[in-house]
């Protein structure tokens, strides 16, 4: 079997860890895989496609590759308006979202539709912290959410096909509202009821998603509420907490998908 991941060169710079990771896996699995970050040259089983361009995954599928994640997950998985109408279609507790021209009560976050990792993420406790934030963007590619307070405090589920791999409670870094790991937040193991359960896996059911990571804010008072789907999802965290390797699930995982049930 013979395969890919695919980064851009920046994101492959940031991700070495996981990306050597992979390549020992799959040769302990028998795999023949290697980094590209650029269009495939050469017929391929399949491309982990670790990047947020749907265009060019479309474009891949197009010449017949298989891709994980298809560009379908990653055109709903990078745009937060499509996460939000997702969840409410599927009547999934989610944090109200709106377009920009809907200003809910002050205080409230602005976030870019597509941004991730915690950038392009604005706490507008003011008019003018407000008007500050439609200036620089586009209105069109904004989305507003009233803050939820929750102490910075979130749960990032880790979905591989319609399994949970794993989950972790994340706790933002002092004086910040952000819970990212990456920008100097906590981590700890997070396991889920049963209705939490049956709500991640009827997300990732509805979006045919191989590997992504839902979000959800732990409010003060209340049950969680999603707050995005991250396609292609960072593992740190997840090796931080678990005593396994996300890259040899992951690439078993392919193997079953595309047929090969050897490992």
């Not at 050597?20 to 496609?49: H, M, V, Y």
């Not at 990653?74 to 996460?83: E, G, S, V």
């Not at 804010?217 to 396994?244: C, K, M």
């Amino acid at each position: 079997m013979k395969g890919a991941v695919y980064y851009n060169e920046e994101e492959a710079k940031r991700n070495h860890a996981f990306i050597d990771d992979l390549l020992k896996e799959a040769k302990n699995l028998g795999i023949e895989l290697k980094l590209i970050t650029d269009s495939p040259t050469e017929p391929l089983d399949f491309i982990l496609f670790r990047d947020r361009n749907p265009t060019f995954a479309l474009e891949l599928e197009q010449a017949s590759y298989r891709v994980f994640n298809r560009a379908s997950v990653q055109k709903i998985a990078n745009d937060k308006l499509r996460t939000f109408e997702l969840a409410t279609l599927l009547g999934i507790p989610a944090v109200p979202t709106f377009r920009a021209d809907q200003l809910p009560p002050l205080p409230f976050v602005m976030k870019t539709r597509g941004g991730h990792g915690g950038s392009e993420v604005f706490l507008c406790e003011s008019a003018k912290q407000a008007e500050t934030i439609l200036n620089r963007f586009d209105h069109n590619e904004l989305i507003v959410q009233p803050f939820i307070e929750s102490n910075a405090t979130d749960v990032r589920v880790f979905m591989l096909g319609n399994e949970v791999l794993g989950a972790v409670k994340r706790t933002g870094a002092k004086d910040s509202f952000k819970s990212n790991y990456t920008l100097g937040g906590t981590v700890e193991l997070y396991t889920l009821n049963n209705t939490e359960t049956k709500q991640v896996q009827a997300i990732s059911r509805a979006i045919s998603s191989d590997y992504i990571g839902m979000d959800f804010i732990l409010p003060i008072s209340g049950g969680w509420l999603l707050n995005e789907i991250e396609d292609p999802v960072g593992a740190r965290s997840l090796y931080q907490t678990h005593e396994f390797s996300v890259a040899k699930k992951l690439l078993k995982y392919v193997k079953n998908q595309l047929g090969d049930d050897s490992c």
